[in-house]
């Protein structure tokens, strides 16, 4: 059952939420912000990109390709191999999936969401050996992996969050304060969603990071309710704060505890589930609607 909290409890439950996940950034690294400088992008043989992932055991990318309309089941759908400076190793990496989008890596396995399915693939063996259909699912998106090995899946069409756990793909949380959730990000305690709430016109359009508790299932806002956009994928940074993209604007965002979020690069429409490479301190971002992938390195400075 989901808690419904009182104001000043929440703000007292969230300062303690946040200190325990490391949320909150001190004195010496709050005021430092990132500036992005292009490395290299790929701007064509991708068809509508949709996330990115930085496999850091084999320093590769992979590229998930929808080929298609997001919620047709044509088979067109693939993954892409990419190397970290912008070459495609092989374009048709994983083939037969329908319209992928949302990735996550644990274990030495391959997450993808495609549609009302999430496709597991084995990495060593370069082949999907698991499927797990989501129950009533109807645009299952982001992929976000905890410590623990649970997998959670968006639905951007509906309100909910699905958990894959032992082998079963059930609805772990379904509740119209997330209501048409995109960007998932999982924490050692928590779950951030980008989701909007049921009292708005277009929720999907007026999304802001709420943190779910994996113990209890309590809703929170990360900061407050106030709409950031079309919030489609988030990355934490090396400084415990996040990077997130904005699919409508094309606007990637800095986003802070103390200040929210802040424009730091404005692209072209269709930004998507970027990743964050906090080892190299390098930013990759697709772009869906034009073909794109663009590798950024991050500069830090105050």
């Known amino acids: ?47 509508r990109p949709e996330s990115v992932i930085y496999d850091v055991d084999r320093s590769v990318l992979y590229v998930s390709n929808i080929n298609g309309k997001p919620t047709g089941k044509d088979g067109n759908g693939y993954i892409s191999l990419i190397s970290t400076d912008g070459k495609i190793l092989k374009e048709k990496w994983i083939v037969g999936l329908d319209a992928p989008k949302g990735m996550a890596i644990y274990a030495g396995f391959l997450y993808v969401s495609d549609i009302d399915r999430v496709v597991k693939i084995s990495l060593e063996k370069s082949e999907i050996v698991s499927t797990y259909s989501a129950p009533n699912a109807r645009f299952l998106n982001d992929v976000a992996i905890n410590s623990n090995g649970a997998v959670y899946v968006s639905d951007s069409k509906r309100q909910t969050i699905y958990q894959l756990s032992e082998e079963q793909l059930t609805v772990w949380v379904n509740d119209e304060r997330i209501s048409r959730p995109n960007g998932l990000y999982a924490q050692d305690d928590i779950l951030l969603v980008a989701a909007g709430d049921a009292s708005v016109k277009k929720p999907g359009r007026s999304r802001y990071l709420q943190a779910i508790n994996y113990q209890d299932k309590t809703i929170l806002p990360l900061k407050d309710t106030t709409p950031i956009g079309s919030v489609d994928g988030i990355e934490r940074s090396r400084t415990g704060e996040y990077f997130l993209t904005d699919f409508r604007s094309g606007d990637i965002f800095y986003y802070t505890h103390d200040k929210g979020a802040v424009i730091i690069q404005s692209l072209e429409k269709g930004t998507a589930d970027l990743d964050y490479d906090a080892v190299n301190n390098m930013l990759y971002v697709p772009i869906l609607k034009t073909g794109k992938l663009i590798a950024y390195k991050v500069v830090w400075s105050e």
């Open 1 to 47: 059952m989901i808690k419904i909290i009182t104001t000043g409890l929440i703000a007292l439950l969230l300062s303690a939420s946040v200190m325990s996940t490391d949320i909150m950034t001190n004195s010496t690294t709050k005021n430092i912000q990132p500036t992005l400088v292009e490395a290299w992008r790929i701007e064509k043989s991708l068809l």
